[in-house]
């Protein structure tokens, strides 16, 4: 990428030093800009959905950054976003959430990020979403799925004495640590074209997705219980490795056992 960013600059460089550029890129070329992983693009533009939520309506910035066919995990299972989005009005108050980690396929096309949220009443916890690159280079999140964790609000509230409802919500994305990056390595042609296997519970509803390039995995579970899982894996020095494991329990709490 670094290469490439230079190569664009010298071209610039050489298009203003004779009058109007004439230079032509190759397919080629835009196509491996195009195709590159940036995970902090995915970062970004989680931080900038959590802001829109705030200023905008949570509601608004979730229908504003849906992909098409995008889905929302809740208690009662998988449901179609824009249908359920279509009847929800804004909250006086939005929830706000940070990314702490991204996994991104090889080329960049999908995208994985595991974060932590706060509600106005001063719940916190986690969250995991799914992201789609879109054709004019954008990213879309098309799977999403968040619990609250009591460990993690007793902490996050030990000692804060937010002086408004604002700096209660503000206070999730103000303190934002450095987040994780993972980029799978890209499958040669011997490599399996589908990710690692799966284990289903009984009676369970599943779902998921692989990467274009078949280098990152992901996979949500439905228990009968009520019980949700979701689980993602990268292709990783020549085998899938596990990226990240979500659970839910029936009671809509996240499961840190």
Known sequence: MKRAAALLLALALAGCSGGPPSVRYSDGFMRDIRNTANPSTVAATEIAFSRAAREDGQWTAFRRFLA????IHGRNGVVDGAGFLATQTDPPVAVQWTPLAVWSSC???MAVTQGKFADPDGNWGFYVTVWE??????YRWTYDMGAPDTALTERENRDREPQSEEDATVIVVEAIPMIQGEVADCRDEAAPATGAPWADAAGAATGGGVSRDGSLAWRWVHGADGRRMFAAQQWRGGAWQSALDFAVTAEGRADTQ
């Open 68 to 71: 098409d066919g995008g889905v």
């Open 107 to 109: 080329d960049g096309q």
């Open 133 to 138: 690159r879109q054709r004019d280079g954008t």
